[in-house]
């Protein structure tokens, strides 16, 4: 394989059929388990930003990876004092890339919880994104900021979570931004903006005077 010194970040892809990680210097890596080969995608990562992502998952070498139900690997990366979760949108690459860049979700100035980093991170049948350090459970909530759940029962014995139910149900659009104002007499301009869409067939506006009626 074309790993360097080892790694703690990676995931298999819910049909089981591939496997993706990054390793400590900061190279992602794919792996083909159907054809038994490897490939570096590259380490010339950034974030929406122009930020160098390489040196960050170095820096931050804890943390874990997990597919969602829309194909998309997040990518939580932590040290025992910061973390930051990062997203690389689907499809994803198999094959060399001369640059790959991530949207920053949460960014990596986040002060981590309890002094412990998370080594572990999941997607439930439902879409909940779960993250674990290795002695609690935490949620991630709609707004990137994490509840705490529980502490395990024994601590130090967790390094890992993994996703056992992928979420295949949810809607082929992961909304950015929608917007709706007043233009002028009886008008109103609507707009939106999408992370991605999948299969999507189009968009039908409707509207109401009562909001029963459509």
């Known amino acids: 394989s074309p790993i360097s010194g080892g790694t703690v970040k990676g995931c298999v892809s819910a ?3 591939v496997y993706y990680c990054i390793d400590l210097s900061g190279q992602l890596c794919y792996y083909s388990i159907l054809n038994n080969t490897w490939a570096s995608i590259g380490s010339n990562m950034v974030d ?25 690997l997040w ?6 004092s910061l973390w930051g979760l990062y997203k690389l949108n689907a499809p994803l690459p198999t094959s060399p890339q001369a640059s790959i860049t991530l949207n920053q979700m949460v960014p990596p100035t986040q002060s981590t919880p309890s002094g412990l980093p998370f080594v572990g991170i999941s997607s439930s049948a439902t ?36 996703s056992c139910n992928y979420p295949l149900s949810i809607l082929p659009l992961e909304w950015s931004r929608f917007t709706a104002f007043e233009t002028g007499q009886k008008t109103v301009s609507l707009s939106w903006s999408l992370y991605q869409q999948i299969n999507n067939k189009g968009y039908t506006i409707e509207r109401s005077v009562d909001g ?3």
């Open 15 to 17: 049909d089981g059929t």
């Open 48 to 72: 929406q930003f122009g930020n160098n992502l390489a040196a960050t998952f170095t820096a931050l070498g804890n943390g874990d990876m997990t597919f969602d139900g829309l194909g998309n």
């Open 75 to 80: 990518i939580i990366a932590a040290s025992n």
């Open 127 to 162: 879409g909940q994104i779960f993250l674990c350090t290795t002695g609690d459970l935490y949620l991630l909530l709609n707004n990137l900021s994490i509840a705490h759940i529980n502490s395990f029962s024994t601590s130090g014995s967790v390094v890992d979570l993994t």
């Open 212 to 214: 029963k009626t459509w």
